[in-house]
């Protein structure tokens, strides 16, 4: 077996050196019921590198690949073109065979990308401090929902309509143990977000509101009079962003006041990968940082007074607290994190914002254009690379349509909000710098031929 | 305009920014030959600065409204050329199991096959929308169901659910199905979660996350858990025991089987903690010892890469009673080979049990893609031969060392993947921390330190079944030699790492005045007014 370095002399030798005669000397705890006498049956046997990525390729060819197609998917996970270095950097094996910096003196370029990361995402988020990165954006969205839980001591959280529905899911899911309420709804297909109706909701039981932006139909809107209706009844204002890009267009949730913003940072260096791995961002103001979930890297100095970065605030953590802690989560997302960090280095400021200009110029163009096919309406005013139309007809069947004619069109809303009439004619599409104007036409073609 | 310093800063070098390099060790640079200083990208970059090229936008009126963007952001740019040396120079500040053996206990830092990171990136695998029609991704279920397939045959349980995104989410998971389970049969009055004062600390906020109160075992002194104290504890008012096997002691706990018993007999669950599934893959299913849920790390068992912390992937294997209750989405393979999704719309009539979603999506398919090509790779019989050389080099290591460190369960029979010392016969004044520490100039990752708690000053030693006879053979000479020198009081110790990019960090400092995030210093004529 090619990756087990032992020969059967030093297998011999070292159990000579232990003291046993064979290696089942070594299982004789393992009750004899329980014992396997041999490799588990009914599964192949080991096999070369070629075997193996002769059967793997064969299961990758069954699928639609993204980048091969006119592909207009968004909701949640972006297609965006990643820089060849970022791929290149992050197989380093000092990074990729790596773990948590348990000893920093031997995992300073860990721990100083991880200081570089939370400043980055701090900053696009708008917030004072972000931590080291968590599962996702749909976890980080319930690990804030209870983080709020933690500082005003009240247990409400009212959803915007507007929140990804797979991400109202999981906080169901959580609220159903730690006992939070959770106001949510479905959204409508208007162009306005359901702002009045979250500052109507706010109470003295409130903890928090949260609130998508841009939201699940790619709709934005001045989050600052929510901000000040939740300060208003003490409650957070928790910001959620699922396509960080957008914040090189379109004024920060930190800007406008939130007090916790998390984010699913997929968009930057990761890649589509059929949803995960990807990387939560979790920022906050510094007032909170204390009841964080998640790692967190701070400067400190070493013996010789040189400047150096340390994982800290861990009194906070699972390791320590044991059933005290702010979350049990342990390992998060240290890879896909330095693959968001290196891509937001390589784009800097000016790239980034004009990065986001190229999306959204082509977002206005394509939905102008899909907009134009008989039946069609643009469902949103305001967008940034995301916009929801409303069909004459069902979407879900329509996008299964033009896949079948090698068209990923976009979301249907029948599949995210299933059994929901009033949504089921809506297709959410997404536009990036990878859309060609040539992509657009041929889905505003095929839509148009399917809806005749 | 943006300069690449190579990191020399002027507070670098002691007193003045213009010190001669003199053979006492400073350098005009702060670097020393192949270790190299690297200043952070706020400091080098510019936020004028890009190493992409993005096409120059079509005109269109913006449908941004008043929200465009206006403040400036913060973030400095850096070329291509600038972002490659600036990452590689970090990426040489850390050790890494490319580099040598990590024999980081509890958290199976093995070789990480490269096939693997070959197979993720296949485009049709790297480059698939999760929301794209299942039909257009069959392929890709198609791993989740193949690797399912193993994870359940391996482990000899019924079900498994593929979507949690880490070892800690996994338990969450397991602790999840357990509650739904208990409340179906209208037991949700069960609080209390048994769990050993050995067990990781994600055990008990886990349990303490899905409100129950946990209670600890305690261990016997032969580092197994204390069968008598639990059966003793057990009661209509206990939801489940949370046990690690092998444990973290690095010992099987032999009574398991019995413990189950047990434990099913009272009415409750046992939720195994799968971190040390390495020592027994393919010698023992979890199945076989009366689990009800057992997490297993990816990360761990199946080499995918650790990435620095993360990501990691916690599929968690269900049995019977337990699989109705697993969580939303998975995969179902119908008679023709078709693979479905079942996600929200069709659960309600056909899984009416499962306690909801976890995560967005479908779990973490890169490391799905790297775990099955493991898998495939080792095979059955590879698997087993995993185990079987984990267990050899640990118990190797732990004989060849415990005449020179204290093995406090060295008595207690072999151990599995990993071998436990403490601090016992170190000189007065020498920790744990100390010998960790000259070890790292010694060219090695320490072990896991001050863990499990139940050791004074614990050392867990797990070298893994990707390292020779000769590597361990090195290892065991610089562990002894690094112990030696902690028992006969050797002062240079207190002060090591010597040869480490950084000496000892202040990590009190850190945590009193914390500093998470870069602040741009305040321009000297503003400072001065």
């Given amino acids: 077996m090619r990756y087990l370095p032992l020969t059967q002399p030093d297998r011999d030798a070292m159990l000579s050196v232990i003291g046993v005669s064979s290696i089942d000397d070594l299982f004789v705890d393992v009750p004899e019921a329980a014992r396997l006498d041999g490799p588990v049956h009914d599964l192949p046997n080991h096999a070369s590198e070629l075997a193996v990525e002769r059967h793997m390729t064969a299961l990758a060819r069954q699928n639609t690949v993204a980048g091969e197609v ?145 939201d699940i139909l790619g709709r934005i809107a001045d989050l600052t009079p929510l901000a000040d209706a939740c300060h208003a009844k003490k409650a957070l204002l928790i910001a959620v962003v699922t396509e960080p890009v957008a914040l090189g267009a379109i004024r920060s949730p930190g ?25 939560g961002l979790f920022g906050c103001k510094d007032k909170y940082v204390r009841q964080m979930p998640g790692r967190l890297c701070g400067e400190t100095v070493d013996a010789n007074g040189k400047r150096g970065f340390v994982l800290t605030l861990s009194t906070r953590e699972q390791h320590i607290r044991r059933e005290k802690a702010t979350s049990n989560i342990c390992t998060n997302s240290g890879l896909c994190a330095l693959a968001f960090s290196i891509h937001m280095t390589l784009l800097g400021e000016a790239g980034l914002r004009a990065l986001a200009a190229t999306n959204h110029a082509g977002a206005v163009t394509a939905a102008e254009r899909l907009s134009q096919v008989p039946g069609v309406e643009l469902v949103n005013d305001g967008f940034f690379n995301e916009f929801t139309l409303k069909l004459p007809v069902e979407a879900r069947p329509v996008v299964r349509t033009l896949a079948d004619r090698g068209i990923l069109a976009g979301v249907s809303l029948g599949r995210l909000y299933p059994g929901e009439d009033a949504l089921a004619n809506g297709l959410v599409v997404a536009v990036t710098e990878t859309t060609t104007a040539e992509d657009v036409e041929t889905l505003a073609a095929a839509l148009q031929e399917i809806l005749a | 305009m943006s300069i690449n310093q190579s990191g020399w800063r002027p507070e ?82 850390n050790y890494a199991i490319d580099l040598g053996l990590f024999p980081l206990g509890s958290c199976t830092m093995k070789h990480n096959p490269r096939l693997n990171e070959k197979m993720a990136r296949l485009p049709g695998f790297a480059d698939v929308h999760p929301l794209q ?14 690797l399912a397939v193993w994870l359940i045959k391996l482990t ?99 009574d398991l089987k019995e413990i189950s018993d047990a434990v099913h007999e009272a009415g409750g669950y046992v939720y195994c903690d799968g971190a040390n599934f390495n020592a027994i893959v393919g010698r023992v299913r979890p199945g076989d010892l009366g689990v009800d ?52 719309e069709s659960v309600d009539d056909r899984h009416p049990d499962s306690f909801g979603r976890m ?158 995030t870069w602040k741009n210093p305040t321009p000297v004529a503003a400072a001065a007014e």
């Fill in chain 1, 70 to 214: 006119p592909f207009f998917l968004g909701c949640g996970a972006y297609r965006h073109h990643v820089p060849a270095s970022v791929d290149h950097l992050i197989q380093r094996g000092e990074f990729l065979t790596a773990y948590t910096p348990y000893q920093p003196e031997i995992a300073q370029g860990t721990l100083q990308m991880l200081f570089e990361f939370q400043t980055q995402v701090a900053r696009l988020l708008g917030t004072d401090v972000a931590n080291a990165s968590m599962y996702d954006g749909s976890t980080a969205c319930w690990e804030a929902i209870g983080m709020a839980r933690r500082i005003t001591k009240r247990g409400k959280a009212i959803l915007s309509s507007g929140l990804h529905p797979h991400y109202v899911s999981v906080a169901k899911t959580m609220a159903k143990y730690t006992g939070d309420v959770l106001d949510t709804t479905s959204p409508w297909l208007v162009p306005e977000l359901d702002i009045d109706r979250l500052i109507a909701a706010i109470d003295d039981d409130t903890s928090c509101v949260v609130v998508q932006y841009p």
């Fill in chain 2, 293 to 344: 849920a057992m997490h297993i790390n990816l990360h761990k068992t199946f080499s995918t890469p650790h990435g620095g912390g993360g990501p990691g992937s916690g599929p968690v294997v269900l049995s019977e009673a337990l699989s109705p209750f697993g969580p939303l989405p998975f995969t179902e393979r119908h008679g023709d080979g078709h693979i479905t999704l079942v996600e929200e």
């Fill in chain 1, 255 to 279: 800007e406008m006041d939130a007090d916790i913003v998390v984010g699913e940072g997929q968009s930057l260096g990761v890649g589509l990968q059929f949803g995960g791995p990807y990387v």
């Fill in chain 2, 133 to 146: 029609p299942v039909d257009t991704v069959q392929g890709a279920l198609a791993v989740i169901n193949e």
């Fill in chain 2, 12 to 93: 670098m070098v002691a007193g003045s920014g213009n010190v001669p390099a003199t053979s006492t060790g400073n350098t005009f640079t702060g670097n020393r030959a192949l270790m190299l200083e690297e200043a952070l990208i706020f400091e080098i970059g510019s936020t004028e600065t890009t190493g992409v090229e993005v096409a120059a936008p079509v005109t269109t009126a913006s449908k941004l409204g008043s929200l465009a963007r206006t403040a400036p952001i913060g973030l400095p740019g850096l070329s291509e050329p600038e972002t490659v040396r600036h990452y590689t120079r970090l990426s040489r500040q």
């Fill in chain 2, 359 to 516: 995560v967005a999506f479908h779990g973490q398919m890169g490391m799905f893609t790297r775990a099955l090509t493991y898998i495939l790779s080792h095979g059955a019989d590879g698997l087993r031969q995993v185990a079987e050389d984990a267990v050899l080099n640990a118990n190797y290591v732990l004989r060849s060392l415990e005449d020179t460190l204290d093995a406090p369960f060295g008595g207690s029979g072999p151990c599995m993947h990993e071998a436990l010392f403490s601090d016992a016969n170190l000189a007065d004044g020498f920790s744990t921390l100390d010998v960790a520490k000259g070890l790292i100039d010694e060219g090695y990752h320490p072990m896991t330190v001050y863990f499990p708690l139940v050791v004074h000053g614990a050392m867990l030693v797990e070298p893994t079944e990707t390292e020779s006879k000769a590597a361990l053979d090195q290892f065991i000479g610089a562990l002894r030699s690094v112990a030696e020198r902690a028992k006969a009081g050797d002062t240079a110790l207190k002060s090591a790492p010597h040869f480490a990019p950084r000496a000892r960090l202040d990590e009190t400092l850190a945590a009193r005045k914390p500093v998470l």
């Fill in chain 2, 156 to 254: 000899g349980m019924h079900g498994v659910a593929m979507s949690p995104k880490a070892g800690a989410h996994g338990e969450l998971c397991g602790i999840l199905c357990i509650k739904a389970a208990l409340e179906k049969r209208g037991e949700g009055h069960r609080k209390v979660v048994l769990v050993p004062e050995s067990a990781h600390g994600t055990n008990p906020a886990t349990a303490a996350f899905a409100g129950f109160q946990v209670e600890d075992i305690p261990a016997t002194a032969e580092g197994r858990v204390d069968t008598a104290a639990l059966k003793a504890r057990l009661g209509p008012d206990v939801a489940a025991v949370m046990i690690t096997n092998p444990n973290t002691c690095g010992l099987f706990e032999r």
